[in-house]
């Protein structure tokens, strides 16, 4: 890993100050990448990928009604109301009777809700740069999908991205890894 004039040691955050003559080069979860000498771009982390199962976090589909959604005038949301409206007409698509619905925030950004289809509530929103997965039986949402390479499920190391498996309780999404 790394150049002949490059050392990489690869530790746990509590053995860092164990060696101060190496550098932060990235830090992943509990493991932290140090560096002695230039890393430079050439050095690429991947991690693989071990998925968790949808059908290990399944819920009944509702067959009831669907409320529209409700979006206060007052919100940011107003800018993204008709197609908010527009996606919501495809259903059910999340944890039994929510429907996710992403649009556009900026570069590599998508804003996501949950919004509850019984009541028309937004119950939750989440931010995500590479997509996510999700089903309508389902209550688990992997964040950030897009990175996962579908061939080899290696997933390359950013330090602002991160592949997440979360559960939805109904009130929030809660990190499962």
């Known amino acids: 890993m790394g150049f002949k004039s490059q050392q990489i040691k690869v530790v746990s955050k509590s053995d860092v100050q164990k060696h101060p003559d190496f550098e ?46 409700i979006i206060p005038r007052e919100s940011y949301l107003n800018d993204y109301r008709e197609d908010i409206i527009e996606k919501c007409k495809a259903g059910v698509n999340f944890a039994g009777y929510y429907t996710i619905v992403s649009f556009g925030c900026g570069t590599a950004c998508q804003q996501n809700l949950i919004i509850n289809r019984k009541t028309g509530k937004i119950d939750g929103e989440f931010v995500t740069s590479m997509g996510s997965e999700f089903k309508k039986n389902s209550s688990l949402l992997i964040r950030n999908h897009g990175a996962i390479d579908t061939k080899t499920s290696l997933i390359e190391l950013y330090e602002r991205l991160e592949v997440n498996h979360l559960n939805w309780n109904g009130k929030e999404l809660k990190k499962l890894d």
């Open 24 to 69: 932060v080069y990235f830090k992943h979860k509990n493991v932290v990448f140090l560096s002695k000498g230039k890393a430079g771009k050439y050095l690429v982390l991947y991690e693989k990928y071990i998925p968790l199962q949808f059908t290990d976090y399944s819920k009944d589909v509702y067959q009831g009604e669907l409320k529209a959604p």
